[in-house]
């Protein structure tokens, strides 16, 4: 795309205004401009240029990537990639790819600085989407949507029988500059301040750069000083332009997924585990053009009014915050489609493995969708990392160049502090596991001791979204913010033991994620009552309210047991069970023996391990008995730890009398809670 080529770009205003652009994002300093303005002649594809920019921004938004980022930039600068930017005139190109993604490309850098804010960036990583409505070209007339859904399709064509449901007013003049984000003047500094030595580095990386750019297999930077160039059609085994195929499912020969397939699909279709619903949306620009956008969503994301995240395929991104722009037309699967599920399942068994070879970069979320939408455009075989540099050979430079920057560069914060969690790659999500109880039978040290495996991530505190209206009405996009990041390997988990003896918990843990895996530890009946009358007992002590004998409470005046004592109603386990086993199947439950962890716990982490399906990694160097204390503490390669004091206070004195009484008080609800688990514990 050049002027040589006959391409009429819009006038120097437009020039003006990606200057605008650049410095207002903060994307390069005024000399680095500077430099690339001087080679604005060897301009690449606005595509090329718009996705740099693009990268720069999200860079800028990933301190941990400050490495990569300075020296892309350097590379940038350097390499001239660097042209006159305009929305062009819709007739003045021919290739109708080239016009589309040119727009998207236009749009998404327009709307850059509303869709992330620094405060937004974690929250909103997990379904990144670029919000609509967006840009505009000079023409008045561009794509109103750029969404980083990685299955979305959009479409440039008129789609017959396509309903308008979204509408993009033309913007004003004036709103065609970018809004800058907002800074700390700390960071200002760091990024116009001239800095000699930091220019110095660069320089120094962008030879590293562009020498392993250049000696990539296959890649497309060419010799003369490391441009690099945006001729797609020219790289092997591409086979559209970017634009054109822009996060569109690949699709089997002969079979169109807004169409029929041509030919029938000889093999029986391997569907993904849920049944998929394609939801297919249209929206149209300000001049009328529309625009579909299909994705594929899990019925029970359908049926149910909140996301189900963990039930979707991998590599399957659900974007609820669209929900809100577009009306949707739910159209059920199978349909005509149908035919085309092989293709569906590959596409999501290929995109999973892009996925994990993107996860490798280190990248942020964000950055990772915006080249998963680079990548996902033309085929590719092999493993990982091999897949996804294939793909990103064939689908654009930029793409090639990015991964191959953050797997030289990996992103500061993993190579510094390998020994914490890193940021990056991380999202909230629904607890993969709950523990819901019972309360006062070890939950707190079930949940320290699955923290010492590096797959867990857990909730700090109580969350109670499950039992509390007030906590639950605030609505699942809360109860997930409460969550920890968690990598795509890593499970959460959360505990609330208040869960198991609420009568709402289990019907609104089920609707909300019903292939969670839940832990119960029990404890005998008669500790557990005891444990939590102490507990009650500290907790009135400290609130300065009378705390009256264990007896006066758990006796009536007839000498009779008090059913009503709610410490003793907990106790009974089969009450509370039998509501969890209406919403769960058995094997989604798995019983932790309380007495047992006290005394060993490795046997009983073995089992959850086994449970949870994680990779045995907790051992016998992670527990050490703490005579003062009484109980086994924890040690991990971070630190020693043992529980809080609360834990292990001593009981207050029973009259035998009434001891006897409880037991045999307990012996056949226990019996029937065995019974209905399916497993016995030594309780007598
Ligand atoms: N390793 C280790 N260290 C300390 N405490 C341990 C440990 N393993 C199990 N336990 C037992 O945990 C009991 C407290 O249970 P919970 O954590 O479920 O209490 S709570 O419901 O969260 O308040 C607590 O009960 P009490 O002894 O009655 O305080 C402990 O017996």
């Known amino acids: 795309m050049s002027r040589a080529g006959g391409t009429a770009l819009s006038p120097p205003v437009s020039v003006k205004v990606f200057i605008e652009m650049i410095l207002g994002l903060g994307c390069l300093s005024p000399a680095r401009a500077g430099l690339v303005w001087r080679h604005h002649r060897r301009r690449p594809a606005a595509s090329f240029l718009m996705n740099l920019m693009k990268m720069c921004y999200e860079l800028e938004q990933t301190p941990e990537l400050l490495a990569p980022r300075s020296s892309l930039l350097a590379a940038a600068a350097a390499g001239g990639f660097c042209m006159d930017v305009a929305e062009p005139p819709r007739d003045s190109l021919t290739h109708r790819s080239n016009k589309q993604h040119l727009s998207q490309s236009w749009s998404a850098v327009q709307r850059v600085p509303p869709w992330i804010s620094s405060s937004q960036t974690r929250v909103a990583e997990p379904r990144s989407v670029l919000p609509l409505p967006g840009g505009r070209g000079a023409s008045g007339d561009s794509v109103s949507g750029w969404i980083s859904d990685p299955l979305s399709v959009i479409e440039s064509d008129r789609t017959p029988g396509s309903e308008s449901l979204y509408t993009v007013p033309p913007l004003e003049p004036s709103q065609g500059t970018v809004p800058t984000p907002e800074r700390t003047t700390e960071e200002e500094e760091r990024r116009d301040g001239g800095n000699e030595q930091q220019a110095h580095a660069e320089r120094g990386c962008l030879s590293e750069l562009l020498t392993m750019i250049s000696a990539a297999p296959g890649s497309a930077a060419a010799a003369d000083g490391g441009f690099i160039s945006s001729e797609r059609e020219t790289s092997a085994g591409a086979p559209e332009t970017l634009g054109r195929n822009q996060g569109k499912p690949e699709q089997s020969p002969g079979c169109s997924l807004e169409g029929s397939c041509q030919k029938p699909m000889p093999a029986p279709p391997q569907l993904p ?47 609820p915050e669209l929900e809100h722009l577009f009306t949707s037309q739910p159209i059920p699967y199978p349909s005509p489609e149908a035919k085309c599920a092989e293709s569906f399942s590959r596409k999501w068994r290929e995109e999973a493995v892009i996925d994990r070879g993107l996860l490798e970069t280190g990248a942020s979320v964000t950055l990772r969708t915006s080249l998963r939408q680079m990548v996902v455009t033309s085929p590719g075989a092999g493993g990982s990392r091999s897949h996804v540099r294939a793909k990103a050979k064939a689908s654009d430079p930029m793409a090639l160049l990015m991964i191959t920057v953050l797997w030289a560069f990996p992103p500061l914060s993993t190579a510094v502090c390998a020994d914490e969690a890193p940021p990056t790659g991380s999202w909230h999500k629904l607890p993969d596991v709950i523990i819901i109880g019972v309360r006062k039978a070890g939950t707190r040290a079930l949940l320290e001791m699955l923290t010492l495996h590096p797959n867990i991530v857990a909730a700090k505190a109580e969350v109670h979204f499950f039992d509390r209206d007030a906590n639950y009405q605030r609505g699942e996009q809360w109860y997930i913010a409460q969550m920890p990041n968690a990598s795509r390997n890593q499970l959460i988990v959360e505990k609330t033991p208040a869960y198991f003896t609420s009568a709402l918990a289990p019907e609104r843990i089920r609707r909300a994620n019903p292939d969670v895996r839940l832990l119960l530890i029990v404890r005998k009946p008669v500790q557990r009552l005891l444990s939590d009358y102490t507990q009650v007992f500290y907790n009135r002590k400290e609130k300065r309210k009378p705390q009256p004998p264990m007896e006066a409470l758990m006796l009536t005046a007839d000498g009779e047991l008090n059913m009503e004592y709610k410490p003793l109603n907990r106790s009974l386990y089969c009450i509370h069970v039998r509501r969890w086993l209406q919403e769960f199947p058995r094997s989604r439950i798995h019983l932790v023996d309380g007495d047992t962890l006290v005394h060993e716990p490795l046997a009983e982490m073995k089992k959850v391990e086994a449970f949870l399906q994680l990779e045995p990694q907790i051992n016998s160097s992670n527990f050490y008995f703490n005579q003062t204390r009484g109980f086994f503490c924890l040690r991990d390669r971070l630190r020693e730890r043992c529980l809080h004091q609360s834990k292990g206070r001593k009981h207050p004195s029973v009259a035998p009398a009434v001891l006897q009484k409880l037991h045999d008080f307990f012996r056949q609800p226990n019996q029937r809670f065995f019974r209905m688990v399916g497993r016995a514990f030594d309780w007598d």
């Open 273 to 319: 585990q849920l049944p998929i619903t394609l939801r297919r949306t249209s929206l149209r620009s300000g001049s009328g053009r529309t625009f579909t956008m299909s994705s594929y969503i899990s019925q029970a994301e359908e049926t149910s009014p909140r996301t189900n995240m963990s039930s979707a395929p991998p590599g399957l991104v659900y974007f």
